[in-house]
Nanobody, 124 residues
Framework: QLQLVESGGASVQAGGSLRLSCAAS????????MAWFRQAPGKEREGVAG????????YYADSVKGRFTISQDNAKNTAYLQMNILKPEDTAMYYC?????????????????WGLGTQVTVSS
């Protein structure tokens, strides 16, 4: 069973940077499509970035293009989300998800496995 554990969330000022980590166990993360999602209070969970298996093609929501970068370290079985030029609207709980079942990569219903999330708060 694939288990995912996020870390790296924090409170930062606007314009700052954070790197989130998603450590996987029970499965080789690079063999599945994985993604980062976020959910702000009162809002639906939204796809932020995705990466195809074996560190292939990457996908980004328009709101984070040019600021966020998704990557994987196969040796550590860990995925990352580098977030730069953070904005207050990036404030949310961030989740990693894996084992994409097809369809739109940014739809939460298309993933089998989820972590518990890590909180990112960006103040102005």
């Amino acid at each position: 069973q694939l288990q995912l554990v996020e870390s790296g969330g924090a409170s930062v000022q606007a314009g700052g940077s954070l790197r989130l980590s998603c450590a996987a166990s029970g499965y080789t993360l690079s063999s599945v499509f994985m993604a980062w999602f976020r959910q702000a209070p009162g809002k639906e969970r939204e796809g932020v970035a995705g990466i195809a298996s074996a560190g292939g093609r990457t996908y980004y929501a328009d709101s984070v293009k040019g600021r966020f970068t998704i990557s994987q370290d196969n040796a550590k079985n860990t995925a990352y989300l580098q977030m730069n030029i953070l904005k207050p609207e990036d404030t949310a709980m961030y989740y990693c998800a894996a084992n994409f079942r097809g369809g739109e990569w940014y739809q939460p219903r298309n993933y089998n496995y989820w972590g518990l999330g890590t909180q990112v708060t960006v103040s102005s």
